[in-house]
């Protein structure tokens, strides 16, 4: 075995636990294509992305990651929201000097499920000594009117990817700038907890470990105990974090922000660090690579977009 391909093994290891993280929170289900056997999990993986397909095998290995939750919670100031289905997809470039970096898919790394927001807008700004937020209360008998669904979504490429901290606990594996879209018709289609410019950033950690295993296959998935393809599976893992801050809401009331302060005031919101956690359930990572990367040097990024594609139903 090349000392490249065993750095790269155990660089995926380190990532594919750490990417566990991910999957708690995100944006709207987006539609991708079916994959075949062991490439089911990664329809969004960033194959064809230049920096992917630049990857030679050799100085830089290219993978994919997968990570999934049924469920968790994250608290924002004074309100916590319960999180349903949710997905993360990247890809990421393992460096032979053991560095790595992080490549996003070009709809966003995370979708999800959108969750309900406790108490709707009732919750979130009533009662209100605000004579335009009273006069918006007193209409929210009607619980279509009073429904505030709250969506997080990517607003940039995750960073500050420790591949250590994946196979240990309590320590952060990786920043992941977010915001997160609430969605009523008084608040708007606008407005924002976190923004590009000012995300919310998480920096989750594992909890308790998780259980892996390692299988092969062929380029398009069919299993294959001695196939070009390996995958390591890590289940059952939770993570959290409790060190991010949250900045005020923005753009809610119509687009001119006209309610940014009794949903800031009733949520308690800007929330500085500490005040605020994430927890993730039962994370279920998955991710696969070429078993070895450098006998198919300079080209390992093609084949792997190239196996991808095979995989396609």
Request: aromatic share 4%; with cysteine.
């Amino acid at each position: 075995m090349s000392l490249v391909s065993s750095r790269t093994r155990l660089a995926t290891l380190s990532a594919l636990t750490a990417l566990g993280a991910f999957a708690s929170i995100g944006t709207a289900t987006a539609s991708s294509p079916q994959l075949n056997g062991s490439w089911a999990p990664f329809d969004r993986c960033p194959v064809d992305a230049p920096a992917m397909l630049a990857t030679d095998g050799l100085d830089q290995s290219p993978q994919c990651v997968s990570s999934s939750s049924v469920s968790g919670s994250i608290k924002l100031g004074n309100t916590t929201v319960v999180t349903g289905r949710t997905n993360l997809q990247i890809g990421v470039i393992q460096n032979a000097d053991g560095t790595s970096s992080v490549v996003a898919p070009p709809a966003g790394s995370i979708i999800a499920d959108s969750a309900t927001v406790p108490g709707g807008l009732l919750g979130l700004m009533c009662p209100s000594d605000i004579p335009f937020i009273t006069d918006i209360c007193r209409q929210l008998s009607d619980a279509k009117l009073n429904k505030i669904t709250a969506t997080m979504e990517s607003v940039g490429t995750p960073s500050d990817f420790d591949q250590i901290a994946g196979v240990l606990t309590d320590m952060p594996i990786v920043a992941i700038p977010v915001r997160i879209h609430l969605e009523n018709p008084f608040l708007g289609s606008n407005c924002y907890i976190g923004s590009k410019s000012n995300p919310i950033i998480l920096r989750p950690s594992n909890k308790t470990a998780p259980d892996f295993a390692v299988e092969r296959s062929n380029g398009d998935g069919s299993p294959n105990e001695e196939g070009d393809m390996s995958r390591l599976n890590l289940l059952g893992s939770t993570q959290v974090d409790t060190t991010f801050a949250v900045p005020g809401a923005s753009g809610c009331g119509l687009g001119l922000g006209l309610v940014n302060g009794a949903v800031n005031l009733k949520t308690g919101l800007p929330s500085a660090a500490g005040r605020n956690s994430l927890t993730l359930n039962d994370t279920q990572t998955y991710l696969t690579g070429l078993y070895a990367p450098g006998v198919v040097a300079p080209d390992a990024g093609k084949v792997l977009s190239q196996n991808w594609h095979s995989a396609v139903k």
